[in-house]
């Protein structure tokens, strides 16, 4: 079966000759660097750097960031493009690898930045030569970013960082972390700040590699942060304005994963679509028995809506609508959908769907996570809900 063209957008109105080339150079990067090496870099359990170098010197990093550092001053459906491409690579390891880095760390400094800190870290960031992470999550606040432990206190002309950060992609082998922290005041929401704090600071150490299910080809740790002193220069925006900063960038990560999360579920419809075009079982084609080809085009179907809302969520976030409850949506739609994608394409290939040297096996360890990661679905839900009534 062939592979459909990368400008698959055309009858969408909402995308450019310029968002269609930057499809097709994306995924021509994706077939001649990424694939040939991927196995490998799930068994290191990291993606090299060299790599986002590569993508760096491609333009690729720095799609919504402005040309002065190095940028291209495109829109969210440029970053939709990136997402959703990056997601049908077929390997979670490398996509958000290089997500986090260029649409869940970077908009942190990008948004709320001095023009010296921009200017300092910036340019290195888009180019690919230092990897860029953000540490907000701790083993006893996921979601619930208001509870969190880690705190910062004054001491002379800086602050002093203690606490403990959990889950963090590109934890190993980042440069700069953007770190949120309780700084004091009144109000659960009024008193987290962002710092910026740099590999080797006295004080901050990567404490461990953590393991994980799925996206083996990213590296995820855990950071522990001990009397760290991060001078006055380094901290990223205004004192006590931390948690709105981290919602805000929020919405731009619940689109980046929906986009990355549908890529990946069109990408194992095609590659199951093959399988059962080609399998035979009692003397015919899987793709004869009724119930599985109707089963696809129900999956296509529901992907193709999907798809659709990321769209048109994308264009009008691009306006500057307000789109809160809706990407509250998406990510819940998305999240839930890969999974049930990935279900079904893992029952179709039978028992090589559960063998490791099937992609759709490690696209479905993959996916388990696009219903946690960037607020759980159940979140989500209530985030959806609180908008209804």
């Known amino acids: 079966m062939n592979t459909p063209p990368a400008d698959t957008t055309r009858h969408f109105p909402y995308f450019s000759d ?35 170098r590569e993508m760096g ?11 002065e550092y190095g940028g291209s001053a495109l829109d969210t459906l440029a970053t939709v493009v990136l997402a959703e491409e990056l997601g049908r690579s077929s ?21 709320a930045g001095s023009r010296d800190q921009l200017g300092r870290y910036m340019p290195d960031i888009i180019a690919g030569r230092r990897i860029a992470a953000v540490a907000m999550t701790e083993p006893g606040a996921g ?33 700069i972390y953007f770190v949120a922290a309780k700084t004091g005041g009144p109000g659960r929401n009024r008193n987290v700040s962002m710092f910026i704090v740099e590999k080797g600071a006295p004080g901050f150490t990567v404490s461990r590699t953590l393991k994980k299910h799925g996206w083996l080809s990213s590296d995820t740790a855990e950071l522990a942060f001990e009397d760290c002193f991060v001078p006055d220069e380094n901290l990223l925006g205004e004192e006590g304005r931390g948690f709105y900063a981290l919602m805000k960038n929020l919405q731009n990560e619940r689109i980046v ?7 990946e579920a069109s990408k194992a419809i095609e590659i199951t679509l093959d399988w059962v075009t080609q399998r035979e079982a009692f003397g015919e084609p899987l793709w004869q028995k009724q119930a599985i080809r109707q089963r696809l085009a129900m999956l296509s179907a529901k992907v193709e809506a999907a798809r659709a809302f990321i769209y048109n969520i994308a264009w009008r976030d691009s306006l500057g609508h307000q789109v809160t409850k809706e990407v509250s949506m998406l990510k819940a739609l998305c999240g839930t959908l890969v999974n049930e994608v990935m279900f079904d394409c893992v029952q179709f290939h039978g028992g090589m769907g559960y063998m490791r040297e099937s992609a759709i096996e490690r696209m479905a360890r993959d996916a388990r996570v696009q219903a946690i990661g960037g607020g759980a679905t159940e979140v989500m839900l209530e985030e959806v809900a609180k908008r209804l009534a």
């Not at 010197?57 to 040309?67: D, T, W």
């Not at 970013?145 to 992609?169: E, H, P, Q, V, Y």
């Not at 994963?257 to 890529?263: E, R, V």
């Open 91 to 111: 390997y979670g390891g490398f996509a958000i690898t290089v997500l986090v880095h260029t649409d869940m760390a970077s908009p942190h400094l990008f948004h």
């Open 57 to 67: 010197e491609l333009g690729f990093l720095g799609i919504r960031y402005q040309p």
């Open 257 to 263: 994963l929906s986009a990355q999360a549908i890529g």
């Open 18 to 52: 310029e968002h269609e080339l930057l499809r097709r150079q994306i995924r021509r990067f994706i077939e001649e660097r990424v694939k040939p090496d991927a196995d490998a870099w799930e068994e290191a359990g990291y993606t090299p750097r060299e790599i986002l």
């Open 143 to 175: 979601s619930d970013l208001a509870s969190m432990r880690t705190s910062a206190r004054r001491d002379g002309k800086g602050w002093r960082l203690n606490g403990t950060k959990m889950f963090i992609t590109n934890g190993v082998r980042g440069d």
